[in-house]
């Protein structure tokens, strides 16, 4: 398993999919989505958790989840304007991962999925 301890910045984003490059453009993809909600709904600066692993079943899911410490902002999958500039991050990720979900805590969150 891959664990990374990173603020939640614009620069970041492509940091972290230098970070992960020996994994699948999907992988990469929604590590990043997950962390770009983080930026954009909790606060830019905000320390994050990222973790990645390759799960133990015949099936070869990697399972990527991202933590931040505010249980609050929960994701939502909106539908986004066709003239929107913003909001297809959770869209795209549904469509990538075959799960995913929120674990909410009282002291934070993880937003994970699996590819």
């Known amino acids: 398993m891959l664990e990374l301890r990173l603020l939640a910045t614009p620069k970041a984003a492509p940091e972290l999919r230098r970070m992960l490059r020996e994994h699948s453009d999907d992988v990469r993809l929604c590590a990043t989505e997950l962390l ?29 989840e991202v933590s931040d410490p505010d249980p609050r902002a929960l994701p939502v999958l909106l539908r ?36």
């Open 36 to 64: 770009t909600n983080i930026i954009d709904h909790v606060g830019e600066g905000t320390p994050v958790t990222v973790r990645v692993a390759g799960t133990a079943a015949a099936d070869g899911r990697t399972r990527i």
């Open 80 to 115: 986004a304007a066709e003239s929107a500039e913003s909001g297809r991050g959770l869209a795209l990720l549904d469509a990538l991962a075959e799960r995913w979900g929120v674990v909410q805590g009282a002291d934070g969150k993880t937003v994970w999925c699996e590819v």
